[in-house]
C-alpha cells in the first residue's frame, strides 16, 4: 500500500486497474461507502 501513496494514478482508465496498480484486491463501488472494506481489502481478507 506504501507505493499507492506515491504512484500517479491520473490517466488510469478503469477502477479495476487502479485497484491492481494499489496492489489490493477491486472492492464493488457499493462497498466502499466507508473505510472499513478497503482497509479489509488491504488486509487481503476480503471473503471470496
Known sequence: M???KTDNFKGI???HEVFEK???PYVLPELR???RMLDI???N???V
Open 13 to 15: 482508465p478503469t477502477e
Open 22 to 24: 494499489a496492489g489490493i
Open 2 to 4: 506504501e507505493k499507492a
Open 33 to 35: 461507502e466507508g473505510t
Open 41 to 43: 481489502a488491504i488486509a
Open 45 to 47: 481478507q476480503l471473503p
